[in-house]
């Protein structure tokens, strides 16, 4: 067995920690704006930070090629080639993200309107100076989600999640004094957000340049530039990045009809965003886990494993997200209290809440923690084309129709989401049952 039982709980548990910390970063953003600039404040960091995700998603995504060649490699029993392509996923990452926060620096407000279109002056102004502080950001989110993919590739999860526990507690003493004794808005929330960030990377790049660790990085301004390896990660992390970047703009495409709808449903949508991301924490992090666990197995061309490590990781899922979900549920009234909303956006914050937590136990596991198993094993292509036929179709096309036709609300935003879940869940359950995705395993 290349895991036991425990060094699965060493892996999994930490990584749910860690997810947990970093949600509630966006958690205390919101709610703190909330207190600093009310629902206009929490609006315009709600359509920030659904573009933010996009931006970050293409290098996040490179991390996961990176996370699952080193797998692979140190599957095979070769840590040089691990440690190699490491160092040249930190350096591929970082380039992205120097062009990302150009970019965003540079259009900012223009941006803005692109996508938002022209929504009240209260939250283009939130929106845009949340948008240019935390832009300075993105270099070093794109360092630290490196780092922490190859400390997860070890099997060592732990480092991610006590690094993310010094950012969080920078992030919170941040926010703070600068909200609470200094008086600032949304200003106060974004700069220790970044001050966090810059933090988090410095310590997670020196901690993977020690050379105790079995991937290890050397310096990257005297490492020189593999093609080779950076194709290799490419080849994984293009179509990951392509379908989650993808899978943002059609998220974004639904935001700027959810702001069609007014501050209230645009209050009751980023709510109710920032409350699912914790229900959806254990599944975030079982599919962290079985990038690493699968991807291991598939560098030992041990195919058996993969498929039995896949099936366990899944069920730990469903009872983990399940629990979560109904606590979320029976708390809901206490959990949505925690806000500044006016009554509108607290009922319609409310009702989103039920629907997701329901739909969120029976269907999300499979439409988004088992597609990494398949990832990890190469199949890539597959797992795109089903998310973005899945996206357009169901999730964007469908938003309109039940909002536009039907007149559902920002409720019918949700019903379309999870429309969009139940479709994608069928296809990778299908696809993972008949075994199409072995042959791909030993294209490495």
């Known amino acids: 067995m290349l895991f036991t039982r425990k060094q699965l709980f060493q892996l999994i548990l930490p990584l749910i920690a860690e997810q947990f910390l970093a949600v509630s970063v966006g958690l205390v953003d919101v709610m703190m704006v909330s207190r600093a600039a009310g629902e206009a404040g929490i609006a315009g960091v709600s359509l920030v930070d659904t573009l933010n995700v996009l931006l970050i998603t293409l290098f996040s995504s490179l991390a996961t090629g990176g996370a699952v060649v080193a797998s692979q490699y140190l599957g095979k029993k070769e840590p040089d080639n691990a440690s190699k392509a490491g160092g040249q996923l930190i350096i591929t990452t970082l380039f992205f993200a120097l062009i990302i926060m150009a970019i965003s620096l540079i259009g900012n407000e223009n941006l803005l309107r692109v996508i938002y279109g022209e929504p009240e002056k209260d939250i283009m102004r939130s929106a845009a100076t949340y948008f240019f502080i935390t832009a300075f950001s993105f270099p070093f989110l794109a360092v630290y989600n490196s780092c922490a993919a190859l400390f997860r590739a070890m099997g060592n999860s732990k480092i991610s999640m006590y690094v993310s526990i010094i950012m969080n507690l920078i992030n919170v003493a941040g926010i703070y004094i600068m909200v609470f004794l200094l008086h600032m808005g949304v200003e106060g929330v974004a700069v220790p957000t970044l001050v966090a960030r810059a933090a988090s990377a410095i310590i997670i ?224 359950t299908l696809r993972f049952i008949k075994g199409k995705w072995i042959r791909h395993a030993y294209l490495n």
């Not at 290799?232 to 009809?257: A, D, H, T, W, Y």
């Not at 739909?359 to 088992?370: E, G």
């Not at 536009?404 to 429309?419: D, E, Q, R, S």
Request: net charge positive; hydrophobic share 55%; aromatic share 10%.
């Open 205 to 428: 790049y020196t901690l993977i340049r020690q050379k105790k660790n079995i991937i290890h990085v050397n310096n990257i301004l005297h490492a020189g530039i593999d093609f080779r390896m950076i194709k290799r990660i490419l080849n994984i992390g293009v179509p990951n990045g392509l379908e989650n970047s993808i899978f943002q703009i059609g998220k974004i495409l639904v935001q700027g009809l959810v702001t069609s709808l007014g501050a209230v449903a645009i209050a009751a949508n980023g709510v109710a965003g920032t409350i699912a991301g914790f229900a959806l924490i254990p599944g975030s992090a079982m599919g962290l886990a079985m990038i690493t666990v699968v991807g291991r197995c598939v560098g030992a061309e041990d195919i058996a494993q993969a498929k039995k490590y896949t099936v366990k990781i899944m069920k730990l899922c469903y009872l983990i997200l399940g629990l979560l979900n109904i606590g979320i549920f029976l708390f809901r009234e206490q959990i949505i209290g925690l806000f500044a909303l006016s009554g509108p956006s607290e009922k319609t914050t409310m009702a989103l809440i039920i629907y997701h937590s329901i739909c969120c136990c029976i269907i999300w596991p499979l439409s988004f923690a088992l597609p990494n198993a398949l990832r990890a094993a190469n199949d890539v292509k597959a797992t795109m084309t089903i998310s973005i036929l899945s996206m357009w179709i169901w999730r964007i096309g469908f938003s309109y129709f039940l909002v536009k036709g039907l007149h559902m609300g920002v409720m019918g935003v949700w019903v379309a989401m999870t429309i969009d879940w139940l479709f994608r869940g069928i296809c990778f």
